[in-house]
């Protein structure tokens, strides 16, 4: 701070003060706030060593996401979609997390993450609070094509290790934790990996308390869209994820659908009278 000049003085003294703030806002609103020029606080950020300041606003936004309470989420959202057309501005954000994902997701990573579920002795499938719809979805689809899936379903942590206990070496836990992480989560792929199991991790970033156990690590986008976090990113993996799994076990699901198809037609299962 000593070495700042006046007016990045003024940029310090905001951040800290409003972090919370600081970190979803753009050089010219931060600017405007604290009464200096755009290219005072990109310079700033480039005092700090970052190339830029967008890369000090993501490094900014990483560390804090997961100490935002409720309230200050609906806050930062509010001030971050204005008064502008609520639909609009959430699917474009949307579109924007699945593209940025695309582009920086490791494919080799996922490969091996496929791979490895197909080879396991046990698929292990855990996700908590908001990840756990995730977790479901994926579940309900990878039972179409193994016999050994596992949903780790859990309300306290003492259940959760009841369920995983039997973990071991050749099996494979698939873990998806976002913002705000989840103290459960992180202690089951600790567990994991102490049992010598792999790990897949589906989560925002390499920050994650959950990706230091990853063996495989995939990365979403899911930045804030109110007090909750988007997921349309990971459940756009989750869906790459299926149609992998599907691709190379083509023969096994075929046959399986086409059981499946003869007991839903026979128990009326699904409404087929309706076009």
């Known amino acids: ?27 010219s609103k931060m600017g405007a706030l604290v009464g200096v020029s755009e290219s005072t606080v990109v310079r700033f950020a480039i005092e700090l060593g970052f190339s830029g300041y967008p890369e000090f606003q993501h490094s900014l936004q990483e560390i804090i996401r997961n100490r935002l309470t409720s309230f200050q989420r609906i806050e930062v959202t509010n001030n971050l979609i204005g008064d502008g057309n609520v639909l609009d501005k959430v699917l474009l954000s ?9 582009e920086e997701i490791d494919h080799s990573s996922f490969e091996e993450a496929i791979d490895r579920i197909i080879s396991a002795n046990r698929i292990y499938i855990i996700g908590v609070r908001s990840s756990s719809s995730l977790a479901g979805f994926l579940n309900f689809n990878l039972r179409m094509v193994f016999d050994n899936v596992k949903f780790v379903q859990t309300t306290s942590g003492s259940e959760m290790f009841e369920q995983i206990m039997r973990i071991g070496e050749g099996d494979v836990m698939i873990a998806i934790s976002f913002p705000r992480y989840s103290k459960r989560i992180i202690n089951a792929v600790e567990y994991a990996r102490s049992k010598n199991a792999d790990v897949v991790a589906l989560t925002d970033s390499k920050m994650s308390p959950i990706a230091a156990y990853a063996s495989q690590l995939l990365i979403a986008q899911s930045d804030m869209a109110s007090f909750v976090d988007s997921l349309v990113a990971p459940l756009s993996i989750i869906n790459a994820m299926i149609v992998a799994v599907s ?15 003869e007991v839903w037609e026979k128990y009326d299962v699904y409404d087929t009278k309706r076009s």
């Open 1 to 27: 701070m000593p070495s700042f000049s006046k007016g990045q003085k003024l940029i310090a003294d905001y951040i800290l003060k409003h972090y919370e703030k600081a970190a979803y806002l753009t050089a």
């Open 94 to 102: 949307d579109a924007e997390k699945i593209r940025r994902t695309m």
């Open 247 to 261: 691709r190379k076990k083509q023969d096994v699901l075929t046959e399986r659908l086409r059981v499946l198809e």
